[in-house]
């Protein structure tokens, strides 16, 4: 495929129709008129070999390879728009911008605050966003990453984009304050015995992998799509959860547990900041990432001066 043959407007008007699925309603949302969005369907049913919009009685509907377009097109004109809105240079103090980054409660709760503080000191056009991270990060990092600003998550998770290290964290145990079935410290055979709380995804992988490999198959008795509601779920149970350290400290008093350190070396967490190689020179996207660095090395200090 030569793409310097290719119409870049027909992306966009394919977005139209698929989304819209009426070529009138295509056009008027493009400011074209109804014979000219009918020129552009054509154009694009004979590319892709497809009627994309199939007529079923009295309105449109989406073929087998429309609906494949659908998501694709979508991330493909939000693509073509960050690459096009790119900027040589940004001044914090003076320009609007809003950027997106896809994290956890726990990200946001440990980093995102700290960031956040950091930028409405700095930059008060500046706005950021926070959206739960999906569970096709996994399948899909590239594309969910060509859409938004970045990425907060620890290594093991995700492979292949580019990445800044923040800061180290550790993994701990949480145990209700008055479970009398745990004395100062944990063993394996508690751990393979009480009930658990987890985190119903599977970022904390390479820290569920670890059981797995020491033979503790936990028993699940609640799964929470929360790291904050962890202690919260243990609070006067005979339950245990596993919790980043650093949460575990920004919720002390929070709720009535003990944090207990593991009964076997755990595999310790490194959390990045991840982009997609399309924002690698954008001044924006430059600025954003050495401010996460600057809050980042900020956090490290304050953790060695507890330590």
């Given at each position: ?18 989304e819209e699925r009426n070529v009138t309603r295509a056009g008027r949302r493009m400011g074209l008129s109804q014979p000219a969005m009918s020129a552009s369907l054509a154009r694009l049913r004979r ?261």
């Amino acid at each position: 495929m030569n793409l310097a043959s290719l119409d870049l407007n027909l992306v966009v008007a394919l977005r139209a129709l698929l989304e819209e699925r009426n070529v009138t309603r295509a056009g008027r949302r493009m400011g074209l008129s109804q014979p000219a969005m009918s020129a552009s369907l054509a154009r694009l049913r004979r590319h892709f070999d497809d009627e994309l919009l199939a007529r079923v009685g009295g309105q449109y509907e989406l073929t087998a390879l429309g609906q494949v377009l659908l998501d694709r097109t979508s991330a493909a004109c939000d693509l073509l728009e960050r690459l096009f809105t790119s900027q040589a240079d940004f001044d914090p103090r003076t320009e609007s911008r809003e950027f997106t980054l896809i994290a956890s409660d726990y990200a946001v709760a440990v980093f995102g605050a700290a960031l956040a503080r950091a930028v409405h000191e700095e930059a008060p056009g500046v706005t950021l966003r926070f959206v739960r991270t999906p569970i096709t990060v996994v399948d899909d990092t590239a594309t969910l990453l060509s859409t938004t600003d970045g990425l907060l998550m620890p290594h093991g998770v995700v492979s292949g984009m580019s990445y800044n290290d923040l800061y180290d964290d550790e993994w701990v145990f949480l145990v209700a304050a008055n479970n009398r079935e745990v004395g100062d410290s944990l063993s394996r055979e508690d751990l393979a015995r009480l009930p658990w709380v987890t985190y119903q995804r599977t970022y904390d992988a390479p820290a569920v992998r670890q059981l797995g490999m020491l033979g503790i198959e936990p028993r699940v008795e609640v799964s929470a799509d929360s790291f904050l509601s962890l202690p919260f779920l243990v609070e006067g149970t005979r339950r245990v959860a596993l919790l980043q350290r650093r949460l575990a400290r920004l919720l002390s008093g929070s709720a009535a547990v003990r944090v207990l350190d593991p009964p076997y070396e755990a595999v310790p967490l490194r959390q990045a900041l991840w982009w997609h190689p399309v924002h690698a020179h954008d001044a924006p996207h430059a600025w954003l990432r050495e401010t996460a660095l600057r809050v980042a090395a900020g956090m490290r200090d304050v953790s060695s001066m507890q330590d």
